[in-house]
């Protein structure tokens, strides 16, 4: 069983930046298409972005369209999410995992937030 671990949450202003990062341990993530998911107290865990096993396709949920990248390195075993314009509506905690239907165990995600 995989362990996922995110980090690089913390406070930024609207505009700013932020880098979070996945590292898994347990299993190799190469095989995998991965993704970031988010989710805010009392909502549901929502799609942010993935990305396929060899990063030659990514997809976005439309609000973080042309603000957040997501990108990896099969060799550190790390999915990264870099968000840029960040807003208050970004302010949640965010989370990784397998893309598909079937997720491994969720970690602990990393808290964003964002003040105006």
């Known amino acids: 069983q995989v362990q996922l671990v995110e980090s690089g949450g913390g406070l930024v202003q609207a505009g700013g930046s932020l880098r979070l990062s996945c590292a898994a341990s347990?299993?190799?993530?190469?095989?995998?298409?991965m993704g970031w998911f988010r989710q805010a107290p009392g909502k549901e865990r929502e799609f942010v972005a993935a990305?396929?096993?060899?990063?030659?396709?990514?997809n976005y949920a439309d609000s973080v369209k042309g603000r957040f990248t997501i990108s990896r390195d099969n060799a550190k075993n790390t999915v990264y999410l870099q968000m840029n314009s960040l807003k208050p509506e970004d302010t949640v905690v965010y989370y990784c995992?397998?893309?598909?239907?079937?997720?491994?165990?969720w970690g602990q995600g990393t808290q964003v937030t964002v003040s105006s």
């Open positions: 995992n397998r893309q598909y239907r079937v997720k491994w165990d």
């Open positions: 347990g299993r190799t993530l190469s095989s995998y298409a």
């Open positions: 990305i396929s096993w060899n990063a030659d396709d990514t």
